[in-house]
């Protein structure tokens, strides 16, 4: 944006000390906020209650304006200390001085891009998810940001929804580890310290499920269902201190969440206790209209502020209808002292009225080139991308490859810098990203030759093309190669016949897994399918990089190629990370953190759903079970698997015991080997099946997981602890129980080859 320098100078020449709303000693901050409400207009207390895009919503001046008028609690889009500094002056020269925060979606990254966030939960490495958040907040602080709208955790059983590559995966357990790992990542020690920022865990609730994987779309859903799969990752995030909740755009079961009053008010405050803000998704007061609760704006506002939305984004709605609404009684000033109470409850927790420059800083102090590469945090970035990279084949020790001929890497995906970044890339620049060209080239150095062509535009379908580029105003996000799909092939093919290996770089743009890019297919699109089966054809081996921020279709590729990488959006340093890990510099270690399906029509594919009473049973006739007939049942890759360059050993099952009793534990220990040549890491999953219960349970729900590091030739023993807890679940009233009865405790390299062995809860 331009920096506002006329209005701030003025900002700054009238700005008064704001020492009056710093909290005294002698206040804590629930007096402090209680004092400060009592000296507020309506129209200030309506002000806070209003987020506003900077850029999006109204001219600049004008923002200035409202803010120095007490008329905006918070602004997002800004990214700068240089452009965040004179909207602040304003705000403290207002006639309360109360400060108003910045905020932005850094999702995986804020200068230094990270894997995506289903990258992140590819590496099960809590480590090195907790090392991506960290660096993310700090550089995100460093740029005068307060909030982020992040963690994502919606689960998700249907990858035709684009907003896939913004959450965790499938499964419940491993959602909320992540998550609340985030959570605690972004605000650090606390988030009033000057290097961490608020979280808004999102997107509440049950984003993940709308139907037909179509964004925006309705969900319907028993409260057994919600409260066993899809609440559980929100209330962990919570319990590990977000500050905020950003509110869904969907609806549950008829009722938008922006109106939920049960969402809003029975679970979230009352049931679960929090004490944070809630914030509106974009424009979702006004959307209310469009769901058909709202008839007018009016009605919009109120149904929003009474069911306990304290913050509108990309606010008009708060700002025109709630004076009206108090003023005739449909909304009381109660209702909104309540809001207001939450918002500069979390400025106080931000640590704002302390100092309202904390993470802006001093002007002598700002950085030169908001872009230097000093401020960037490579060495961080490429050690969490390589370990959320999953290997899904290799056949005949295909990789790791020699550092050593000629190598052809190929594909539309091979030397693309933005869509290394993946969605949601906040402040990430695409030119100081590192694609895959880039990284074989800087592995190799003079040992061998990489030699790239393009060989198909990423998709020959000019609506998609021009669908993607659509609300990218600098730049296309897709670029077309403007030869003919026959020679762009012909020239790959050349290239690869005289190559040794081919590397073939495939898969989706990344605007193609992104907010509102849902899919009817999950295909690699057609122009590089044609190329992959060209390629195929030389007879040189072939090495699939995948690059995506969703499970693809991959049966061709399973059946064909030599070995497929899944490397995700891997991030600023992704090119380098995908090198480390095809030279066999690092060994692979990632797992999958969703199903991925034969084909569209086996959606929903996940590992932990109901026990039915005819179930398809692998190796038997197929007849009267649930099946489709067409091709084999089941994922292609199961959640939980993934590869290594090293094999290893599980031994079955030792259990310090066959029964449980209430106030006790078992322990569940199994021996794991390294049983290959070289050192690897994997991930050892437990999973628990409750085998008779007074409803039906998942076939099986993953419980606890550990990765470990082995030598080659080296063993451990893992060991697990179980008690109740991990044998709750929601009854038919919601109450949260362990039944007593017959269990089977599993242990395995994912969620299909398993260990078991059997225990009695009593």
């Known amino acids: 944006m331009k920096r506002l320098y006329l209005l701030g100078l003025l900002a700054c020449l009238v700005q008064p000390a704001f020492a009056d709303v710093k909290p005294t000693a002698a206040q804590d901050r629930q007096a402090f906020i209680a004092d400060l409400i009592g000296r507020m207009t309506l129209e200030e207390k309506i002000g806070q209650l209003r987020l506003i895009s900077i850029g999006a919503d109204m001219p600049q001046p004008q923002i200035l304006k409202e803010i120095a008028a007490g008329h905006i609690g918070g602004t997002f889009n800004t990214v700068t200390r240089a452009d965040n500094r004179p909207l602040q002056d304003a705000a403290v020269s207002s006639r309360l001085k109360i400060p108003i925060f910045f ?18 939960a590819s590496s099960w490495d809590m480590q090195a998810v907790a090392l991506a958040g960290r660096t993310s907040a700090i550089e995100a602080a460093a740029d005068g940001i307060d909030m982020t709208f992040a963690p994502m955790v919606d689960i998700t059983h249907d990858p035709r929804w684009g907003r896939t590559s913004e959450g965790f995966g499938e499964d419940p357990h491993l959602v909320s580890m992540t998550g609340a790992t985030m959570v605690k990542a972004f605000q650090g020690a606390a988030p009033n310290t000057a290097d961490s920022v608020m979280a808004s865990v999102k997107h509440f609730a049950l984003y993940g499920a709308v139907e037909g994987g179509r964004d925006y779309n309705t969900v319907d859903m028993s409260p057994v269902r919600m409260y066993q799969e899809y609440l559980p990752p929100y209330k962990a995030a919570l319990d590990a201190g977000s500050g905020g909740v950003m509110v869904a755009l969907n609806s549950i079961n008829g009722v938008p969440a922006t109106a939920n ?7 979230l405050r009352k049931e679960w206790g929090f004490k944070g803000v809630t914030v509106s998704d974009h424009g979702a007061v006004t959307e ?11 009605e919009a506002a109120k149904l929003a502020i009474k069911a306990g939305i304290d913050l509108s984004m990309h606010d008009s709605l708060y700002r025109d209808e709630l004076p009206g609404l108090v003023k005739s009684g449909e909304v009381s000033v109660q209702e909104i002292d309540n809001a207001v109470r939450e918002v500069l409850g979390a400025k106080y927790d931000m640590g704002l009225f302390a100092d309202p420059y904390l993470r802006i800083g001093k002007a002598t102090d700002d950085p030169q080139d908001n872009n230097a590469e000093s401020r960037l945090h490579r060495e961080a970035a490429r050690d969490v991308a390589r370990k959320s990279m999953v290997l899904l084949k290799n056949e005949a020790r295909t990789l790791p490859l020699k550092k050593q001929g000629r190598i052809a890497l190929i594909g539309p995906l091979g030397d693309a810098k933005v869509d290394m970044l993946g969605s949601w890339s906040a402040a990430g620049v695409p030119m100081q990203a590192v694609t895959l060209y880039q990284g074989l080239r800087n592995a190799v150095g003079d040992k061998a030759q990489v030699v790239y062509a393009r060989g198909a535009n990423v ?23 403007p030869r003919p799909p026959k020679e762009l092939i012909a020239n790959a ?3 690869a016949r005289q190559a040794d290996v081919i590397v073939a770089a495939v898969g989706e743009s990344r605007g193609m897994s992104h907010e509102s890019s849902s899919r009817t297919s999950l295909s690699i699109p057609a122009s590089q399918r044609a190329l992959l089966k060209a390629l195929k054809a030389t007879g040189k081996p072939l090495v699939i990089v995948l690059m995506n921020g969703r499970p693809l279709q991959l049966n061709w590729a399973q059946a064909n190629a030599d070995a497929i990488l899944e490397t995700w959006f891997s991030g600023t340093e992704g090119g380098n990370a995908i090198a480390d890990v095809l030279f066999g510099d690092y060994n692979p270690s990632g797992k999958l953190p969703i199903s991925f399906p034969r084909s569209v029509g086996q959606i929903p594919t996940y590992y932990n759903h109901l026990r039915i009473g005819r179930p398809f049973i692998e190796g038997k006739p197929g007849n009267y079970t649930s099946q489709y007939f067409e091709e084999p049942n089941g994922a292609l890759y199961p959640f939980g698997y993934g590869l290594s360059y090293t094999q290893f050993s599980l031994s079955d099952i030792s259990l310090s015991s066959a029964t449980l009793r209430r106030d006790g534990r078992l322990e569940a220990s199994v021996t794991l080997k390294n049983t290959g040549t070289r050192d690897g890491e994997t991930v ?11 409803m039906i349970r998942p076939v099986k729900e993953l419980k ?10 080296e063993e451990q023993v893992v060991r697990f602890d179980i008690d109740e807890d991990e044998l709750k679940f929601y009854n038919a009233q919601l109450q949260h129980v362990a039944e007593a009865g017959r269990f089977n405790l599993q242990i395995g390299l994912d969620s299909k080859d398993v260990k078991q062995q059997g225990f009695e809860l009593r």
Do not use: C
């Not at 379908?461 to 077309?480: G, K, M, R, S």
């Not at 437990?686 to 219960?693: E, G, P, R, T």
């Open 261 to 267: 009053t049960w969402l809003m008010h029975d679970l």
């Open 288 to 298: 209310l209209i469009n769901h058909g609760v709202a008839d007018n704006e009016r």
């Open 103 to 120: 905020a932005y979606d850094v999702v995986h990254g804020h200068r230094t891009i990270f894997p995506i966030s289903l990258a992140l």
């Open 704 to 713: 606890d997981f550990r990765k470990v590091m082995l030598k080659a030739g």
């Open 493 to 495: 093919v050349e290239v």
């Open 684 to 694: 050892v999953q437990l999973y628990i099946q409750d085998i008779a219960a007074s």
């Open 459 to 481: 998709t020959d379908d000019a609506h998609v093309v021009d669908y993607l580029n659509f609300l990218n105003w600098d730049a296309p996000e897709v670029v077309q190669d």
